[in-house]
């Protein structure tokens, strides 16, 4: 499907693109990485049949600006996603996040004064020792990767999306999340947001999780091989009175591997304390 954001939020480091969508109570998704708004293609317009549906590319990522010297920290795209609330004037929307977009919406929440009205975080960074596997490689030789010849780059990140569905992707989907990492640019900007992501910002709010009053629910994928299960348990600890639901059969990316499920769950009611 056509995918477009055509309204602009600047910022000191680029171009940050969003699109909005129905009417009703707000609602905005958050994206993480190496994915962009596109992940959002049939979830967003499904809930904009009843609500408003807010969708951004991160900076650095899908639509948005990317440049050298950004800052692509998870602090800065808190910092962003906060600042865009304002500027949608938006006071208690419920947000929707997924991968980063869990870290980026609790730093929001926490450490920026942003106010939400509920929260949705599933298969989500969100704190704990989540700096590993391909992060931990990059973090370390960055340099190196930022050197591999393009057939090898396209195949690193091709194999890492694999990676991320249990079912993997319909047709057709794959090359549209591939297409803003390709090219000297592209694969510049990959390396360039995956070695600035690092676990000093989520730890920086760990010890005030306890604190989140506001209703939260959990959705995790079963399968998920880049945050297993045990992230899911480790936040659940965290926020004792979030609501955790186990997603079967499915991996890191629900909104590919079960997406009538999700949505199931992104349009209940949640559940009264206690």
Not at 57 to 75: N, T
Not at 155 to 180: K, Q, Y
Not at 249 to 268: I, K
């Amino acid at each position: 499907m056509d995918w477009t954001l055509g309204e602009e939020f600047e910022t000191p480091d680029g171009v940050v693109r969003w699109a909005v969508m129905g009417h009703g109570d707000p609602v905005v998704l958050v994206h993480g990485t190496p994915y962009s708004s596109f992940l959002w293609r049939d979830v967003a317009p499904a809930l904009a049949l009843t609500r408003q549906v807010f969708v951004f590319d991160h900076l650095g990522f899908g639509r948005s600006d990317q440049h050298e010297g950004q800052d692509l920290s998870l602090a800065a795209h808190a910092g962003h996603f906060s600042r865009l609330l304002d500027h949608w004037g938006l006071s208690r929307p419920s947000v929707v996040a997924h991968d980063i977009g869990g870290a980026v919406a609790l730093r929001a929440l926490l450490l920026e004064g942003a106010s939400f009205g509920d929260l949705t975080l599933f298969d989500a960074v969100s704190g704990g020792q989540w700096e590993r596997g391909l992060f931990q490689l990059i973090l370390k030789q960055a340099e190196v990767f930022q050197q591999l010849p393009d057939y090898a780059h396209e195949a690193l990140v091709a194999s890492h999306l694999r990676h991320a569905t249990h079912v993997g992707f319909r047709p057709g989907i794959l090359d549209a999340f591939l297409e803003p990492w390709r090219g000297a640019q592209g694969q510049a900007a990959f390396y360039r947001q995956y070695s600035q992501i690092r676990q000093v910002d989520t730890a920086e709010y760990e010890h005030l999780l306890g604190e989140v009053s506001l209703p939260v629910r959990l959705l995790w994928g079963r399968e998920d091989r880049i945050l297993p299960p045990e992230y899911a348990e480790w936040l659940h600890e965290k926020i004792p009175h979030a609501e955790l639901h186990w997603i079967e059969g499915a991996g890191h990316l629900l909104q590919e591997d079960a997406p009538a499920r999700l949505m199931a769950h992104l349009t209940a009611k949640f559940k009264a304390p206690g």
